[in-house]
């Protein structure tokens, strides 16, 4: 069975950087094509998709978000790990994390997602 | 970026209709396209990848179709479950974009 499931802080202070953990099982992220993706949605809004990292170590950032995150990989512990620095209220969101096959295919397996508030 | 936009934004149905969702693409995208359910609460699941194939395990009512820059997603016969937000996504180029959703309400 594959499973994926998203850890982190909630709530966050503005300023502060969130640190998301994602941990995963029934798969590898050091088979050829797979990747892991980060995905948030606000309360009531849509899918944006914010980073994404391949099997051999090919990271992928959203352009506006580019310059605040970070996307790593840890092989042997079957987890990807997302870093958003600068948090701000706007960042409020579930934060999901899936995974991706292939490079052209789409997000198949998701996490049920973490809901990050980002409040002082 | 690639800009998707769905039509309907909202759609009011009834058990048993067939209903049609449209995603527009800025730009084509060959068939790197994908649709999502997602319902209240709960992780986005997908129907649909390559445009047109049936993720295992999805009712044969859910179908896809399209190339380039227009896209449908087609519910043949609305059933009780199938009420929830769908999204269509562009998997071709980087960065990666999602459609605004299309709400589905019982009538």
């Known amino acids: 069975q594959i499973t994926l499931r998203e850890s982190g802080p909630t709530p966050v202070k503005p300023t502060q950087t969130l640190t998301l953990t994602c941990t995963f099982s029934?798969?590898?992220?050091?088979?050829?094509?797979?990747?892991v993706g980060w995905i948030r949605q606000p309360p009531g809004k849509a899918l944006e998709w914010l980073a994404l990292?391949?099997?051999?170590?090919?990271?992928r950032y959203s352009p506006s978000l580019k310059s605040r995150l970070t996307i790593t990989k840890d092989t042997s512990k079957n987890q990807v790990v997302l870093t958003m620095t600068n948090m701000d209220p706007v960042d409020t969101a579930t934060y999901y994390c899936?995974?991706?096959?292939?490079?052209?295919?789409?997000?198949?397996?998701w996490g049920q997602g973490t809901m990050v508030t980002v409040s002082s | 970026d690639i800009q998707l936009t769905q039509s309907p934004s909202f759609l009011s149905a009834s058990v048993g209709d067939r209903v049609t969702i449209t995603c527009r693409a800025s730009q084509g995208i060959s068939s790197y396209l994908a649709w999502y359910q997602q319902n209240p609460g709960k992780a986005p699941k997908l129907l649909i990848y390559a445009a047109s194939t049936l993720q295992s395990g999805v009712p044969s009512r859910f179908s896809g179709s399209g190339s380039g820059t227009e896209f449908t997603l087609t519910i043949s016969s609305l059933q009780p479950e199938d009420f929830a937000t769908y999204y269509c996504?562009?998997?071709?180029?980087?960065?990666?974009?999602f459609g605004q959703g299309t709400r589905l309400e019982i009538k």
């Open positions: 899936a995974r991706k096959l292939s490079r052209g295919g789409p997000f198949d397996i």
């Open positions: 996504q562009q998997v071709d180029s980087y960065p990666i974009t």
């Open positions: 990292i391949y099997w051999d170590d090919d990271q």
């Open positions: 029934g798969f590898s992220l050091s088979t050829s094509g797979v990747g």
